[in-house]
């Protein structure tokens, strides 16, 4: 029997399962008989190894109920899934093909079975054809009409499947095609939050910003802080404002330079990052350092 399964695609496929809902490894299996209407069915010892490595991987995790563990897709395997929306879309024209091909050997099959049984009637006919047919005879024909009945059945059911396989795996490319385009526009709209933040935002992170996602260093940065001098100080800021305080200002200044350090290295990843702007982002920390440090030490 030819592989059902490409490498790497039965992992694919398992995240899709779980996409559609959480579900334990036995149902994982059972779910996966049907889509191969019978043909096909993966044993324990081949899903429970790969829900483990993709547990491990950061993609599922798991919650016992009743005994059980019950998988669910994590935030990371939904966005594996959408970076391969057109591979998974081409896995579904791949299980429909393998369907089908199985199909097609199991009516190959019964049709050589029948082939045999006709020439084996001959045979039993032409060595009786002077006896009157007994009931030999007639189960024998019993038994070609149920075979060549079981292959039309065969046959249908091949034939419906290789249309819901097509029509799934066209439904998935318009799924694949709509999830890449709410991907982009999401990515837009969050590098455009991000622009809209770091020009507010000012101080060292603003200059950052401005040097990362290659424009001008926003208004208020650490350059024009620096020609301000203290009047800053009397400045509300609105970086960080949903930052509410805790009572505890150690850490709400943990929280405050946890927010800087994500920012900034969001926009380097999302922007790029060259070697003169890492060297303009060392002489920005430089300077901030400076500032923060002689602002702890008169609160000393």
Known sequence: MPPVFAHGRLRLYLLKLLDEAPRHGYEVIR???????????????????????????GLVTHATEGGRKVYSITDAGRAELADRGGELADLEVEIRDSVTELAAEIRDDVRGAAGDLRRE????????????EDESWKAAKEDLRKARQEWKEQARRAKDESRRAREEAQQARRQAKEAQERAREEVQRIAGQLQEQFARSGGVLGSLAGAWLGGAPAAGSA???????????????EWAADLA???DPARDLDRLLDRFRDEVRDAARDRGVTSAQVAEARRHLEAA????????GARS
């Not at 779910?31 to 991987?57: C, D, H, I, M, N």
């Not at 009637?121 to 009157?132: F, K, L, P, Y």
């Not at 350092?289 to 702890?296: A, E, N």
């Open 31 to 57: 779910l996966l008989e049907e889509r191969f209407q019978g043909l096909y069915a993966p044993s324990a010892g081949t899903v429970y190894p790969r829900l483990a490595k993709l547990e491990a991987e």
């Open 223 to 237: 350059d024009a802080s620096a020609a301000d001098g203290d009047g800053d100080a009397g400045r509300a800021s």
């Open 245 to 247: 305080a805790t009572g």
């Open 121 to 132: 009637m001959r045979a039993a006919a032409s060595a009786s054809a002077t006896r009157v």
């Open 289 to 296: 350092c400076g500032r923060l440090g002689t602002t702890f």
